[in-house]
């Protein structure tokens, strides 16, 4: 079986070199999968040498104009040559056992969608943490049966490529919001598709942020919220009573992981996640806004 790895990348060579560095670090066999890098409108446009990860997989560069990272994922399906297509993004760096773990789990349950966990890189960097103690909790909220979870982020998920194919991959409408991932999941949960979450399938995440990188990146998100809200109207998927009720939860879900801190990192992550709970709103309520103004046309 071949699985085809799918990195969007948008002006950041680096830590790409870095993502595919660890791709090349896999317990899978070499020339069990292939890396397919989606250069999403790079200036300069992406230049790799191939050869520095020869004999570990077989690389391909797709170049396109930017899209945003659902457009590029889309692209580099298509381009894919593997039965099974896994995503991580190119400030990730996989733990050595990443794709045999979650491959293995995709064998097992074949028509799933499969995801991972992740974890903070950078742990100087306290914008970081909070971001990913959010997701964490999202997930101990949102995944608290694996068998039967609800949300993956986009950087550790795999499934078949028929399977991605027939859902119509990621909306290519939220290319300036995010949200895609959750938009996606929803869509593959409503066609009777089930999600499994791996815990152990590893990711580390070097997304460094700092207070403004920090407050874009949640108002952003909250502008993704109120599109994937309103877009599940439209097909009736359902309402924000699982989301409100994940805010509900929040102050118990955060309790039970309090302890891995010490007192003055909590009280710098209270200050975050304030702010992330203003950002968040505040973008919810600009898409609002600016969606009635457009007579409420999703476009």
């Given at each position: 079986m071949l699985a085809s790895v799918v990195i969007p990348t948008h002006d950041r060579p680096e830590a790409l070199g870095r993502c595919l560095d660890a791709l090349g670090r896999q317990t899978v066999e070499a020339g069990w999968f292939e890396v397919v890098v989606v250069d999403d409108g790079s200036s300069p446009a992406l230049v790799l040498e191939a050869e520095r990860w020869a004999g570990k997989f077989r690389l391909s560069v797709v170049r396109q104009d930017n899209t945003g990272p659902a457009g590029a994922r889309?692209?580099?399906?298509?381009?894919?040559?593997?039965?099974?297509?896994?995503?991580?993004?190119?400030?990730?760096l996989p733990e050595p056992d990443w794709l045999e773990i979650i491959?293995?789990?995709?064998?097992?349950?074949?028509?799933?969608?499969?995801?991972?966990?992740?974890?903070?890189?950078?742990?100087?960097?306290?914008?970081?943490?909070?971001s990913?103690?959010?997701?964490?909790?999202?997930?101990?909220?949102?995944?608290?049966?694996?068998?039967?979870?609800?949300?993956?982020?986009?950087n550790n998920i795999a499934c078949g490529r028929q399977a991605y194919l027939e859902q119509g991959?990621?909306?290519?409408?939220?290319?300036?919001?995010?949200?895609?991932?959750?938009?996606?999941?929803?869509?593959?949960?409503?066609?009777?598709?089930?999600?499994?979450?791996?815990?152990?399938?590893r990711i580390e995440h070097r997304h460094g942020q700092s207070l403004g990188k920090f407050v874009r990146l949640h108002f952003r998100y909250g502008q993704g919220a109120y599109i994937y809200q309103a877009k599940r109207r439209q097909r009736g998927a359902g309402t924000m009573q699982a989301d409100l009720a994940f805010h509900g939860a929040f102050p118990r879900l955060?309790?039970?992981?309090?302890?891995?801190?010490?007192?003055?990192?909590r009280l710098g992550l209270l200050r975050n996640l304030a702010i992330w709970h203003l950002a968040n709103a505040a973008g919810f309520a600009r898409e609002a806004w600016r969606f009635r103004g457009k007579g409420g046309r999703l476009d």
């Open positions: 889309n692209r580099g399906v298509v381009a894919a040559q593997g039965e099974v297509v896994v995503f991580t993004d190119d400030d990730c491959l293995a789990a995709w064998r097992e349950n074949p028509e799933a969608l499969v995801g991972g966990s992740t974890y903070n890189g950078l742990s100087g960097d306290l914008f970081a943490e909070t990913n103690f959010i997701l964490d909790l999202v997930y101990a909220h949102f995944n608290a049966s694996p068998e039967e979870a609800y949300f993956f982020a986009s991959g990621f909306d290519i409408s939220f290319c300036c919001w995010g949200g895609e991932d959750r938009d996606f999941c929803d869509r593959w949960r409503a066609a009777g598709r089930t999600l499994r979450w791996v815990p152990g399938a955060m309790c039970r992981q309090w302890g891995r801190y010490r007192w003055p990192r």
